[in-house]
């Protein structure tokens, strides 16, 4: 099977996407954008995207349709996919969980070369997601077993000041994704002046800050920072 090239609201520096975990996401959240294609079957492992070749020299997110993170992912399941990432070592691959508490069950077995991440929307409950709260995936992330890891608000959803801080630099990453909703979900969104506030005082804080172009809707610029590795 052919490497999916990344489309869409894919980070800019993303060259490929790579899904052999299928079907239904555990976590459920209300603003993913496979919702736009209807009901999805139940999760699956697709053996034939094992014959799929990742090639070499690309950038590779891992699981973009389904959280393969997930608790409800078995184990051989995540085996399977990372193994395969192995047999082609000469690309970077990208793991993004909403549970990256799972990742320091696999230490040891992801390829030589890539990065964790987790999804940090708000600091506020809001019902929109299935999946671990913010606090618990701050926490997850600290542990992650990377040497390169990060956070990507997005869709940033209306915060508090001092609670959003706390997470984001609780989890001790290298570099913070801030991107808008780019669905139409209606979600609680906040002000040009927040998303502002925000990106100045993780700067200040010595937290590089990585807009994506969707951000603009909301403050009407677009960041330098987004297509850096």
């Not at 894919?10 to 975990?21: F, K, V």
């Not at 909403?98 to 230490?107: L, T």
Request: hydrophobic share 35%.
């Amino acid at each position: 099977m052919p490497l999916n090239p990344a489309k869409g609201n894919m980070y800019g520096y993303i060259t490929h996407t790579y899904n052999a975990i299928k079907g239904e996401c555990p976590h459920q959240c209300g603003y993913c954008y496979m919702r736009r294609f209807g009901k999805q079957p139940p999760l699956h492992f697709d053996e034939r995207e094992l014959k799929t070749d990742l090639g070499s020299g690309n950038i590779v997110f891992v699981g973009s349709s389904c959280d393969m993170w997930a608790d409800a992912i078995p184990v051989k399941w995540i085996e399977k996919t990372l193994e395969h990432c192995w047999e082609y070592p000469h690309n970077k691959y990208i793991f993004q969980s909403k549970n990256p508490y799972r990742f320091s069950e696999f230490q040891g077995d992801f390829p030589e070369c890539y990065a964790l991440g987790t999804t940090i929307e708000t600091d506020l409950a809001t019902g929109v997601s299935c999946a671990p709260t913010t606090p618990t995936r701050s926490a997850g992330m600290f542990l992650a077993p990377a040497e390169e890891r990060f956070i990507t608000v997005e869709p940033i959803m209306d915060f508090y000041m001092y609670g959003m801080l706390r997470l984001l630099r609780g989890a001790k990453v290298d570099y913070i994704n801030i991107g808008a909703d780019s669905g139409k979900n209606n979600l609680p969104e906040p002000s040009k002046e927040q998303v502002l506030d925000l990106i100045a005082e993780l700067e200040a804080l010595g937290i590089e800050v990585r807009q994506k172009p969707n951000l603009a809707r909301i403050i009407n610029e677009v960041g330098k920072k987004e297509v850096k590795q």
